[in-house]
């Protein structure tokens, strides 16, 4: 397991030195100090749920590279209990079991969060967070954004998101500690729950605290939940305290298994056991005759991971011996 430590502890506090920095990333000090607007590309996917579309703006494989170190530093940094986003053997599901011995639930989604990120509060977290030197924290904010939005395929931006707007998270658990509820955050998701009923008070206590920085809640996902009715939290049902899959994925996922059963192509079935993985991390013995079903395929789904490690692996030492030249 990567060792924790304080903020100040990490080796980006009060960095000062262009050519440590460029190190530290793996990059050189030219590649550092480039403009890295055209190191991108973009494309749109269907959301899963059939809602509208998805956009994804993606660094080039050097600029990446620097990303994910940068990415592996951020996530070594101890962070509020509350904040799930970018914890090892932390998900969505670990999430949801925050609030699960909780009557009442209220759960809020920050529209639009990457794209709404103001450069003023990822240069401010780099110079006055991390106490970095001011050349320094143009270079980072310079280095994780592109056109004065955070990339939604940057490794790095879901750390930076929150590192951008801790002083804001922090408020926001305070007006939670103040109303007996318990308070999480993942990514763009935050989760309220209680024992007892929450007051429409403070949604829009938090909705002030967004305002203040430029943010608005999405509509969309503003849910208020209580008695015994099924409880969704970012993906997870919550019923009479027990986890369950939610009606969409197992429809999904039964979609797909036909489709297998039709092409009876592997690359179907590889998405169809990660479907399956997915869910069984939410309800263990769930659709057991697709399991069985997977299970006819196992080595050549082992072969296709395989082959695919392999050729990451070739592409990484390729990279590694040409990154000198970034």
């Not at 970095?132 to 395929?153: F, K, Q, S």
């Not at 008070?201 to 996902?221: D, F, M, P």
């Not at 009715?229 to 797909?256: A, H, P």
């Not at 309800?283 to 789904?301: Q, V």
Request: with cysteine; proline share 3%; net charge positive.
């Amino acid at each position: 397991m990567s060792k924790m430590y304080a903020l100040e502890q990490s080796p980006l506090y009060r960095m000062r030195n262009k050519k440590k920095l460029a190190t530290l990333l793996g990059i050189s000090t030219n590649y550092l100090m480039q403009d890295h607007g055209r190191d991108y590309y973009k494309f749109s996917r269907p959301k899963p749920n059939g809602d509208g579309t998805r956009h994804f703006t993606v660094p080039s494989d050097e600029l990446k590279y620097a990303q994910k170190k940068l990415c592996r530093l951020l996530s070594r940094i101890q962070t509020p209990d509350w904040v799930i986003s970018g914890k090892k053997n932390h998900s969505y599901i670990t999430n949801a079991e925050k609030h699960i011995e909780n009557t009442f639930v209220k759960t809020m989604d920050i529209s639009k969060f990457y794209d709404s990120a103001e450069r003023k509060y990822v240069y401010r977290m780099f110079k006055e967070t991390f106490k970095m030197a001011e050349d320094i924290a143009w270079l980072m904010t310079e280095l994780v954004m592109y056109e004065d939005m955070l990339p939604t395929g940057s490794p790095s931006s879901q750390l930076i998101v929150y590192w951008a707007y801790c002083d804001m998270f922090n408020e926001i658990n305070q007006i939670a500690n103040e109303r007996a509820c318990i308070f999480t955050l993942y990514v763009d998701d935050m989760t309220f729950s209680s024992k007892t009923p929450i007051t429409k008070e403070l949604r829009q206590e938090v909705c002030n605290r967004l305002k203040k920085y430029g943010l608005i809640a999405k509509s969309k996902k503003d849910h208020y939940y209580q008695g015994n009715t099924v409880k969704v939290i970012t993906g997870v049902g919550i019923n009479d305290g027990q986890k369950v899959v939610l009606n969409n994925k197992r429809k999904r996922i039964l979609e797909q298994f036909e489709k297998c059963k039709t092409s009876n192509k592997i690359y179907d079935i590889e998405k169809l056991n990660g479907m399956l993985c997915a869910l069984r991390q939410i309800e263990p013995e769930i659709f057991p005759e697709i399991y069985n079903y997977i299970k006819h395929y196992d080595s050549e789904l082992k072969l296709m991971a395989r082959n695919r490690f392999f050729k990451h692996r070739r592409k990484r030492r390729k990279f590694e011996k040409n990154k000198g030249n970034i």
